[in-house]
């Protein structure tokens, strides 16, 4: 069915087909006459703004997301976002490199940290890197860090009950009942983060007192991927054996002792002088085994 009714069924019954109506005009030299006889009129070209590939009006190139996300001012989450601009495949390359420390991590390769000489300047531009095909950037993170401090103290309060409850099954004590001690998770959390973030910038404060090149988020970021090796060790203390859990628990302290170590070997050995360079590397290595032995003594201490 064809004509007027063609377009029945939209929604708006006075709607013309495409096409099937189109305003008169006039012809062009009509409009050259009311033109002249009119000496008002201005004839303005209208300007429509394009929109470049880049997505800004007018050609103009948009505004890249890390120029948004770069912010000095502390009290926005801009400020907060760029230490946490990190994803999957560096945080686990970073956990990688703290189970094998002989090679410097990645955010600290343009550092110079690591190289027997003077020029230990802090480099400040941002550098990317290539691995597996995939570019990853250089920036220290703190992502990691809160992660693998919050999942290890929830590992400790779960591992010290789990070796109460065997201590309490193989004592076969009738006359009291279990109960889970939540004492031993609280302790966990405030001990795990007082030293991953507290202590370690108070080892940053003594470093700038001493006028070394350390950013604040490069110590954070060593001591935060430091703790990991305590997680394997936190699960491996679960077998009800006191030498093995010994041995794992030395072993972990000492290898975390070594990875912050090894980081911060060159950088205090170039820029400090030997008495406070033997003074800083006794704090650093006696406070990590003192809180070491803190997981033996107390969240390990069952005798089982």
């Given at each position: 069915m064809s004509g007027p009714y063609e377009n029945y069924g939209s929604n708006d019954p006075f709607k013309e087909s495409a096409g099937a109506y189109a305003p008169p005009t006039k012809p062009d030299n009509?409009?050259?006459?009311?033109?002249?006889?009119?000496?008002?009129?201005?004839?303005?070209?209208?300007?429509?703004?394009?929109?470049?590939?880049?997505?800004?009006?007018?050609?103009?190139?948009?505004?890249?997301?890390?120029?948004?996300?770069?912010?000095?001012?502390?009290?926005?989450?801009?400020?907060?976002?760029?230490?946490f601009d990190v994803d999957t495949n560096q945080v686990l390359l970073r956990?990688?490199?703290?189970?094998?420390?002989?090679?410097?991590?990645?955010?600290?390769?343009?550092?110079?940290?690591?190289?027997?000489?003077?020029?230990?300047?802090?480099?400040?531009?941002?550098?990317?890197?290539?691995?597996?095909?995939?570019?990853?950037?250089?920036?220290?993170?703190?992502?990691?860090?809160?992660?693998?401090?919050t999942t290890l103290w929830i590992t400790l309060g779960i591992v010290s009950n789990i070796m109460s409850k065997i201590a309490y099954t193989k004592a076969n004590d009738t006359t009291t009942k279990w109960t889970y001690n939540f004492q031993t998770t609280y302790i966990a959390c405030l001990v795990i983060y007082l030293y991953c973030f507290v202590f370690a910038t108070a080892v940053w404060g003594l470093m700038k007192w001493k006028s070394l090149p350390v950013a604040l988020t490069d110590t954070l970021c060593l001591y935060g991927y430091s703790m990991f090796i305590f997680e394997l060790v936190a699960v491996l203390c679960m077998v009800p054996v006191t030498a093995l859990q010994w041995i794992f628990v030395l072993l972990g302290g000492l290898w975390s002792t070594a990875y912050l170590i090894i980081n911060f070997w060159f950088i205090w050995k170039t820029s400090l002088e030997k008495k406070w360079f033997l003074i800083i590397v006794g704090i650093v290595s006696v406070f990590h085994i003192l809180l070491t032995l803190s997981f033996k003594f107390y969240f390990f201490h069952y005798k089982i």
């Open positions: 009509m409009q050259q006459r009311e033109e002249q006889h009119n000496p008002n009129s201005v004839s303005v070209p209208i300007q429509v703004p394009t929109k470049s590939p880049t997505g800004g009006p007018n050609g103009e190139p948009a505004a890249a997301p890390e120029a948004l996300k770069s912010t000095s001012k502390f009290w926005r989450s801009e400020f907060y976002q760029q230490f956990l990688s490199n703290a189970l094998v420390p002989l090679n410097p991590p990645d955010f600290l390769m343009d550092r110079k940290w690591h190289m027997n000489s003077a020029n230990t300047d802090v480099q400040t531009e941002e550098t990317t890197f290539q691995e597996a095909g995939v570019t990853l950037n250089r920036r220290p993170d703190l992502y990691g860090p809160f992660w693998i401090c």
